[in-house]
């Protein structure tokens, strides 16, 4: 192999100058490699970061776009029923008003009736008050035209008891033919019992005024 000790060290030591020469030229090429591959696995970590900030943004636009779409939906189905009650309340106030205008309808014929009843009453009334007054009068007339007879009578047979007037077959200062004081007695009876009779009417049609 080697001839001496001498030749062999100075094999060893111009490999090992060889092996030298050859890994420090190995570790200078491979420190700008390492150093890209840092900035290269820094850029990928900034990279996954942004990624994953982009997804929990994208995330929460969608969860507020969710949000906003219920919220949407809630407000326009709180819009249709406050509508459909508004017009429910104005369907119920034209009805009410309707009712209360066919009840105030009914209240006002009703007294309208009433009044023509009361006309009604009233006239009737007057037309028995009238009847009755009339009939009254009427009675009246004829006793006063059967009491004046009676007093004209009277007034004759007298006077011509007295001699004031000539009968006929009559002595003046005698009584007519026929005749007696109980016949005259009767006569003034009658006389004063139709007066009373009179006075008795009279004062009934002045209870009826008063």
Do not use: W
């Not at 840092?38 to 994208?58: F, M, Y």
């Not at 009277?154 to 009559?170: D, F, M, P, Q």
Request: charged fraction near 40%; aromatic fraction near 2%; glycine fraction near 4%.
């Amino acid at each position: 192999m080697f001839k001496s000790k001498e030749s062999k060290k100075g094999s060893v030591n111009t490999v090992n100058n060889l092996l030298s020469t050859y890994l420090q030229m190995q570790d200078k090429s491979m420190l700008p490699r390492q150093k890209k591959n840092q900035q290269l696995a820094t850029t990928i970590d900034r990279i996954s970061k942004d990624t994953t900030t982009v997804k929990s943004l994208k995330h929460d636009q969608k969860k507020q776009k969710i949000k906003e779409r219920k919220l949407r939906s809630k407000t326009i189905k709180l819009n249709s029923e406050l509508k459909e009650k508004i017009e429910h309340l104005s369907k119920l106030e034209a009805r009410d008003d309707k009712t209360m205008k066919n009840v105030i309808k009914n209240k006002v014929q009703k007294i309208k009736d009433l009044d023509g009843m009361d006309d009604e009453l009233d006239r009737l009334q007057k037309d028995m008050l009238d009847s009755r007054r009339g009939q009254n009068t009427k009675q009246k007339l004829k006793k006063a035209s059967l009491s004046s007879k009676k007093k004209n009578k009277l007034e004759l047979a007298e006077r011509a008891k007295n001699g004031s007037v000539a009968v006929v077959g009559l002595t003046p200062g005698l009584a007519m033919p026929g005749d007696s004081d109980d016949e005259s007695s009767e006569d003034e009876d009658e006389n004063e019992n139709d007066t009373n009779s009179a006075l008795d009417g009279f004062k009934d049609d002045f209870d009826d005024y008063s």
